[in-house]
């Protein structure tokens, strides 16, 4: 693949992508400003050893060195968990993080566009970004739904964070024409919970499944990608009238804190993180990895079928 100076692809990616065998981009704005320090290093751990430990080559993006580096080191990915003034880069902010050689950690906007870009095809992540709560009037709408729309990738996920108005999310997906599938549940997930009671029209029971799914939507040559919901494992997943009051309690504390724009996410993430403590977080780093693993069991799968 001829690409840009702009763009780097480590060597273990660029050989599976080469080889066609399967590859998990990974956002790194979770690890960045979702989680606080040093937990987000072991979740960070938990991810990429939970796409290899299911047979892919994990990816994690970001920006480094005034490029964007596919398949962050190690030492790469520490760099951007240790560093408070690393950026938040969706993809309106991709080229100017390029252009002034900043450091910066990619939502699942960016990640998208960049894994669709150099060819992979399933990312994993927490939770997408969706339509805050107060939406329909401060038009706050996560960049990640225009990108899914527009970029061919399979996003594996817990449903949308359960900050969100979960309802208006899955209203602007099917808008926008993305499909939403359950792995193995028909209802979207609430990121923490395992329910949000929001039913979902399509489901898959298996990665091979998941996979025929994915070519039949190549075949058909729609541009868009898809939200593959995974629920949080069930022996750390927390009840939805748990989490709820932690919600109501953040999103308090930020409208009176004035919060806005990019930065309500990770506000309301430390909010909830540091009022919930450690079964919360053990919460989110489980799903993560374990999202990390079905994703690259799909991948897996549709990296066979395309070659078969
Ligand atoms: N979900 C998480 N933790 C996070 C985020 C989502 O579990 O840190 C991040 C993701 O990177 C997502 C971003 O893409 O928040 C959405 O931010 P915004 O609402 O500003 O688009
Ligand atoms: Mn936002």
């Known amino acids: 693949m001829n690409l840009p100076k702009a763009i780097e692809i480590r060597p273990e990616v660029r050989d599976a992508l080469q080889a066609g065998s399967a590859v998990v981009a990974l956002e790194s704005t979770v690890i960045a400003h979702g989680l606080p320090h040093p937990k987000n290093l072991e ?71 960049v894994a669709a870009r150099v060819g992979i095809h399933v990312m994993a992540t927490g939770g997408i970004g969706g339509v805050h709560r107060g939406g329909e009037t401060s038009l706050d709408i996560s960049a990640d739904l225009a990108e899914i729309a527009r970029s061919p990738v399979a996003v594996v996920c817990s449903g949308a964070k359960s900050i969100l108005d979960l309802e208006r999310t ?17 209802e979207f997930p609430a990121f923490y919970a395992r329910g949000s009671g929001l039913r979902l029209e399509h489901q ?5 499944e998941a996979a025929r799914l994915m070519t039949a939507g190549r075949d058909l040559g729609l541009p868009c990608g898809i939200v593959v919901c995974n629920r949080a494992p069930a022996e750390s997943a927390l009840d ?69």
């Open 170 to 186: 899955l209203q602007v997906l099917e808008t926008s024409g993305v499909p939403v599938v359950g792995y193995r549940t028909d």
């Open 240 to 308: 939805r009238s748990e989490v709820g009051s932690l919600i109501d309690a953040a999103i308090r504390a930020a409208e009176e804190g004035g919060i806005r724009g990019k930065a309500v996410t990770p506000f309301l993430l430390e909010h909830i993180g540091r009022e919930g403590g450690e079964r919360v977080l053990e919460a989110n780093l489980a799903l993560l990895a374990d999202n990390a693993r079905v994703a690259a069991r799909i991948a897996a799968a549709y990296a066979s079928a395309t070659a078969g």
């Open 43 to 113: 979740a960070a751990e938990r991810m990429v050893a939970g796409v290899r430990q299911a047979g892919a080559v994990p990816a994690m993006i970001g920006v480094l060195g005034a490029r964007v580096v596919v398949g962050l080191s190690p030492e790469d990915i520490s760099v951007l968990a240790g560093d408070p003034e690393v950026a938040k880069v969706s993809s309106r902010d991709l080229s100017a993080l390029v252009a002034s050689g900043r450091p910066g950690a990619t939502t699942v906007a960016a990640t998208a566009f």
């Open 204 to 208: 898959v029971d298996s990665a091979d």
